[in-house]
């Protein structure tokens, strides 16, 4: 069955720099993959969504890629500040169609 | 006001009581999902449906029920409440079923 992996640990970084957070996928390949943001308490916000013909997607701070031949996408976020501290939950539309796939999420800690 | 909103925001009950945790959106999506979150399982999906009248199983829907005679609203029942349903549930909705899911504020419910 499909599989999604996050970063389990979670991510720790000065104000200022990028964030990296990684989301792999085994065995299947979606046509899109989506990443939310979560806040302790709330429910996961939409960030970015990037199709399978898509190399690269921006939003303001926010960069997505994915790699279709290493199952792989990549979420950075540049010039990380405190309020960037989040989960960070990618999701894969599942091959049977309708809905999505989520992963476990990363938790990101920036500090000032 | 317009968006998702979901009740009660918490909610303690005892094993073997029927519990209903509602659902309501405003844009008329077509597409509801309920999910759970739980420590080292992040989101997994109970059920979702498609339109009114619409309905089906997710990865974990043993021990729910839901029903949807309208659009905007997707009740999800435990009819018999079990100590493992202890967990925090969101809905969310999408205009199609693979697009940007909208999530509510979730429901932190405990089973006694």
Known sequence: ?????????????????????????????????QWYRQDPGRGPVFLLLIRENEKEKRKERLKVTFD????????????SQPADSATYLCALDAPQGGKLIFGQGTELSVKP | DAGITQSPRYKITETGRQVTLMCHQTWSHSYMFWYRQDLGHGLRLIYYSAAADITDKGEVPD???????KTENFPLTLESATRSQTSVYFCASSELGLDTQYFGPGTRLTVL
């Open chain 1, 1 to 33: 069955s499909q599989k999604i992996e996050q970063n389990s640990e979670a991510l720790n970084i000065q104000e200022g720099k990028t964030a990296t957070l990684t989301c792999n996928y085994t065995n299947y390949s979606p046509a899109y993959l």
């Open chain 1, 68 to 79: 279709t031949t290493l199952k792989q996408s990549l979420f950075h976020i540049t010039a």
């Open chain 2, 63 to 69: 021990g729910y029920v839901v029903s949807r005679s």
